[in-house]
């Protein structure tokens, strides 16, 4: 009879004899560019063969979900799940991503990007953070139960999937609705995509999204007859200030979130005239606001429209507001929920830091998990580098992050 203190002894000192098989993984992995057919790449058909056939090497049932997508390769993306049955039906679920961003500007690469570069303890290319890191980590922490010949708890469900960078509908959107028997709200869901450099943010809930576009019409005219013109770049100022007020008509805050309130920038603003003696008669500028889950982004922007116009009626202009990006927040996760509970003692265990539960101001694929009640944890180590020139990932985090997983396998509730 071994403890279960023991086996997560010989899973930690397992794992320790793993770095230069993650080194190896990571170099298959870079090496099999996976950009989306959405953004010129080849897809992920390439990267999902290689897995499939490592996975089911290791003698463990993978399956394909692929979700049908006119612009890849055999008009379909692939979707991965591979499964180490436990001792419980009951799962703990790891989902990665397998697409990966194009390397932008290769003049500001040191090295070829779809080649793994290895310096002390980083790791360098396309993917090695963003989001090899979670497939090494998930897949290495499985390869050390087979090794040690151990059953976990719960049956360990990696989910290796595409299209994540351009939206998840033909990933983890596809898999949820197609498959959505093989998740149950009892199952705990980590998604490695986001976290700290310090390993402690467990991110669990994340503000809505509204980007909206103002566009204001005047009259243009000369700039020595003002009384013959409607100047939009004065109204434009005007409404600017005047939205100032939202943070007060939006006063909520939640401690989960950094800052806890809503927040509403002005951010873009469109070129208006090229020369200094014309009174522009057409000025665009954008918002980009963060909105806590507690209020509707449908009211904020009736708030933001009518408190414009009217404004811009003082200066007799019109206004309209289009909006470019609208993305309501998922219900949060419960702090206290079994998957965070789990992750706070092996993060205490492994790098003997305090994770917190948090919010972010932006979306996740876990959103995807919330909005159908199935209660998701974003948790990795990072080191903030994804979608960067020169990306890398540390091999102690890749270490450090797979033993957490090993621990979260071996958790009995
Ligand atoms: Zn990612």
């Known amino acids: 009879m071994t403890t279960k203190d023991d086996r997560f002894r010989l899973l930690w000192e397992r794992l320790g004899t793993y770095e230069q098989e993650m080194i190896d993984l990571q170099r298959e992995l870079v090496c099999r560019n996976a950009v989306g057919p959405e953004q010129g790449g080849p897809g992920e058909w390439d990267k999902a063969a290689f897995l499939m056939g490592v996975l089911t090497g290791w003698g463990l049932k993978v399956d394909n979900y692929p979700a049908p997508d006119e612009l890849a390769v055999g008009g379909q993306r692939p979707n991965l799940v591979a499964m180490l049955p436990g001792k419980k039906p009951e799962k703990v679920w790891v989902l990665s991503h397998l697409d990966v961003v194009p390397s932008g500007d290769e003049s500001l690469w040191r090295s070829d990007p779809f080649t793994l570069r290895v310096d002390g303890d980083r790791l360098y290319g396309r993917g090695t953070e963003d989001n090899h890191h979670g497939i090494v980590t998930s897949m290495m922490a499985v390869k050390a139960f087979l090794d040690l010949n151990y059953t976990p708890e719960r049956t360990v469900a990696l989910a290796l999937v595409s299209d994540e960078e351009t939206g998840s509908l033909r990933g983890l959107a596809h898999l949820l609705k197609e498959q959505r028997e093989l998740f149950s709200e009892r199952d705990l869901i980590i998604v490695p995509d986001a976290g700290s450099p310090d390993s402690t943010l467990i991110e669990v809930a994340e503000k809505g999204i509204l980007w909206l576009r103002l566009t204001l019409t005047g009259q243009q005219g000369h700039a020595s007859k003002p009384q013959l013109a409607k100047n939009t770049l004065r109204a434009c100022a005007h409404v600017i200030v005047a939205l100032e007020e939202l943070r007060r008509e939006f006063p909520r805050q939640n ?22 003696n014309t009174i522009p008669g057409r000025d665009v500028f954008y918002l980009d606001c963060r909105v806590l889950p507690d209020y509707e982004l449908a009211r904020v922007k009736e708030r933001i429209t009518d408190m414009a116009r009217e404004v811009a009626a003082r200066f007799g202009v019109t206004l309209e507001v289009e909006p470019v990006q609208e993305l309501p927040s998922a219900p949060p996760t419960d702090p206290e929920a079994p998957v965070v509970m789990a992750l706070k003692r092996a993060i205490r265990e492994v790098y003997g830091r305090e994770g917190t539960p948090r919010g972010i101001g932006g979306g996740t694929v876990a959103a995807f998990f919330r909005q159908v009640g199935l209660p998701a944890a974003v948790w990795m180590t990072v080191s903030d580098t994804a979608h960067q020139p020169n990306e890398f990932c540390l091999l102690s985090n890749l270490l450090g992050d797979a033993r957490v997983l090993a621990h979260v396998f071996l958790a009995e509730d």
């Open 255 to 276: 401690p989960l979130f950094q800052p806890p309130e809503s927040t509403f920038e002005p951010t873009q603003k469109e070129a208006n005239v090229p020369n200094v």
